[in-house]
C-alpha cells in the first residue's frame, strides 16, 4: 500500500478519534475545486460542459483555506477542470500544507513543468497525474495526441525534483485487461509512489454516454484486473476499496465521506452528483436526507462504484472493529489470498 506512515497514521487517529466521540458521519477527503475549466475535453468528462461564465469563475485562496478549516478532514484532493489553469494554485497548495493537510493535486500534467518551481516538496503534497492508460489508450481518452508523452516527462520531472508523484486512473468499458497490466507496470517503472483506479461514473453531460461501466462490467473488469496482482504493484487506495471492485465485498455508499466545495458552495450530496448547492459544511451534513442515495435507492447511484463514493465506505469497516481491521492487514500482505 502506497502510503507515507505518517499519513496513515494522521488517518487512522482522525477516524479514531471521530469513533470515540460517537460521531456518526465524518468526512475524510475534501474535494476542493477552486476551478472548473480545463485545457483538454475529455470524451468521459462531465465538468467542462458549464457555459463561459462559470468557467471565467474561481474560488480565492481564502475560501479555499477556510473550507478546509471548516470541513476538517485531512487529506485535500484537488480535481478540476484543470488545477494548475488557476493562477493563485501554488498559494493555495501553500496554505494548505502550512495547516498539515495531505494534499493531491489533480492534474493532466500538461502545466505541470512550467509550474513546478512554484512548489516546493513536502510529505503533504502529491501530484496526482491524470493517466488513463498507455500512449494509445491515454490519448484516446483525453482527446488529444500527445498529452501521454507530455505527462509522463513531467511526472519524471517531478519525481526528480523529490515530490511525491502518484498516478489516477479512470476506467472506461473498452478497456482491455491486458493493456491495463502493462499499464501498471510502466508506472511503477516510472517511480511513481502508487496508483489510484476508478471506474468512470456515467455523468449526463458527458460527450460519450458509451463507454461508461455497469456494476457487473466493473466488477469482471476489476477481477481480471487485480486477480495475481504483481507484487510489485503499489495502490493508494484501500485494500477492501479494490476487493469492492472486485465483487468480493459489498458496501454501501457513504458520500459525506468526500464533500465536495467548489465555486457554487457545498455540492450536495456528492462530487458526482450536484442536486443543489449549499452554504456550510454542518448544513450539508445535517439537512441532506442520505438515505434517497446509493444503490437501490436512487436511479443515478445504480452503477456507481467510484472511489469518492466508496473508499470511505471501505475504510468504516477497516476502523469499525477488530474483524474489519484484521481483513484490511490480511489483504495488504496478501493481496492475492482467495
Not at 478549516?69 to 493555495?92: F, N, Q, R, T, Y
Not at 489508450?137 to 516527462?153: F, I, L, M, S, T
Amino acid at each position: 500500500m502506497a502510503v507515507p506512515f505518517s499519513q496513515m497514521v494522521t488517518v487512522a487517529g482522525y477516524v479514531i478519534s471521530q469513533k470515540f466521540k460517537g460521531v456518526k458521519r465524518y468526512p475524510l477527503v475534501l474535494m476542493l475545486e477552486p476551478i472548473f475549466r480545463c485545457n483538454l475535453a475529455c470524451a468521459g468528462c462531465g465538468k467542462i460542459q458549464y457555459p463561459d461564465h462559470v468557467l471565467d469563475r474561481r474560488l480565492t485562496p481564502e475560501q479555499c483555506w477556510a473550507a478546509a478549516e471548516e470541513c476538517g478532514a485531512p487529506i485535500v484532493s484537488i480535481p478540476g477542470g484543470e488545477p494548475l489553469i488557476h493562477p493563485e494554485m501554488a498559494d493555495i497548495v501553500r496554505g494548505l500544507v502550512q495547516r498539515k493537510k495531505y494534499v493531491y493535486v489533480c492534474t493532466n500534467a500538461i502545466l505541470l513543468e512550467r509550474k513546478i518551481n512554484e512548489y516546493q516538496p513536502s510529505k503533504y503534497l502529491t501530484f496526482s497525474i491524470h493517466m488513463d492508460g498507455l500512449r494509445e489508450e491515454h490519448d484516446r481518452a483525453v482527446c488529444r495526441n500527445g498529452v501521454y508523452d507530455v505527462a509522463v516527462k513531467a511526472i519524471k520531472t517531478a519525481l526528480s525534483k523529490g515530490f511525491r508523484v502518484n498516478t489516477n486512473t479512470t476506467l472506461f468499458n473498452d478497456a482491455h485487461p491486458q493493456r491495463v497490466r502493462a499499464f501498471f507496470d510502466k508506472m511503477m517503472e516510472l517511480g511513481v509512489e502508487g496508483m489510484m483506479i476508478s471506474p468512470g461514473y456515467s455523468y449526463e453531460k458527458a460527450p460519450d454516454q458509451n463507454g461508461f461501466l455497469q456494476r457487473h462490467r466493473t466488477r469482471e473488469l476489476f477481477t481480471k484486473l487485480l486477480t495475481e496482482r504483481k507484487r510489485g504493484w503499489q495502490f493508494n487506495q484501500s485494500p477492501l476499496f479494490l476487493e469492492f471492485l472486485m465483487g468480493k465485498r459489498d458496501y454501501q455508499c457513504t458520500p459525506w465521506g468526500n464533500p465536495t466545495y467548489n465555486i457554487f458552495g457545498w455540492q450536495k450530496p456528492c462530487y458526482l452528483l450536484q442536486d443543489e448547492s449549499i452554504s456550510s459544511f454542518n448544513a450539508l451534513l445535517e439537512e441532506t436526507n442520505w438515505e434517497q442515495y446509493g444503490v437501490g435507492r436512487n436511479e443515478k447511484c445504480k452503477d456507481c462504484m467510484v472511489h469518492c463514493g466508496y473508499e470511505a465506505s471501505a475504510i468504516e469497516e477497516t476502523f469499525g472493529s477488530w474483524s474489519g481491521f484484521a481483513q484490511t492487514v490480511k489483504t495488504m500482505l496478501f493481496p492475492n489470498a482467495t
